[in-house]
């Protein structure tokens, strides 16, 4: 027998991915989004604080309407499940944005090119994330100990992820990229943000569709880490759903405002690290001690604060000296 309940209806399910579609709509056709321009930090910070307002509004909203139809009890605990599992998700995605640094910095991608290749790699990782939120949604439905696993999986993660924070993947070796330069014709510079060209009648590809795929496979390697998280504080596949969407679709716009800053944050990793560690902690102790979702939300909070603080105190005394 399944253990998975939701309260969310077939419209409301309709009505958020109609919202998702009219969002990723409008900026790759209204705003700019197929358009090659360099985001200033102005219009970064604008979205990030537009995307952070629209999860808090989804989220409220949700409370008002469980808290008519449902009772003040589930719209408490399902409104504090959402706003930890977006906590939780956009803190992991935050990862993201140091990989993301890193390939186009090795692959030189003017500023100005960034913006649309990010957004296909946020249409390429919102549909990974909704195959793997379904096949998790079915595995905990159907084997309760595959929570578990997660749980052992993420502490591993964490401790792995602890002990190299320091080091830095060689692009050069990476499997994927190796593959695809021993099997495509391949143009030697960018074509604006064309994925492939034709030259003398054969078809190219260029360094752009190389920069989206290592992009998009980034994406596949953090949703493994950020899916089975969430199962810690819901398996509530609506509210596993909506928190994730919302940190992925608020993460383009938080690279562009701290990728020039990434190496200030130099504890961030770590801070991550504990947070996954604690996570996958949380769940496998699950059958001795059930921690309030209130505390979740504290402890990743105060992890995540404390790591960007010191971060920041530590670049302070220690000015960039510009190498990478």
Known sequence: MSNIESFATGPMWAGFIAFVIVMLALDLFVLGGNKAHRVSVKEAGSWV????????????LLWWYLDGTAGREVANRK?????????????????N??????IFTYFAVPPELQRRVLLYGVIGAIVMRAGMIMAGVWLVSEFAWVLYVFGLFLVVTGIK?????????????NPLLRWLRGHMRITPGFHGEAFFVRINGLRYATPMFLVLMMIEASDLVFAVDSIPAIFAVTTDPFIVFTSNIFAIMGLRALYFLLAGMAERFHLLKYGLALVLVFIGGKMLAMPWFHMPVQWSLLIVGSIILVSIV?????????????DS
């Open 49 to 60: 604080v537009a995307w952070m307002l629209l999860a808090t509004t989804f989220g409220a």
């Open 79 to 95: 409104a504090l499940e959402f706003f930890t599992g977006y906590l939780i998700e956009q803190t992991l995605s935050v990862d």
């Open 97 to 102: 944005m140091f990989v993301f640094v890193m």
């Open 161 to 173: 992820m602890l002990v190299m924070a320091d080091q830095k993947p060689d692009l050069e070796k």
């Open 310 to 322: 010191l971060s920041l105190k530590m670049t302070a005394r220690q000015p960039s000296r510009g």
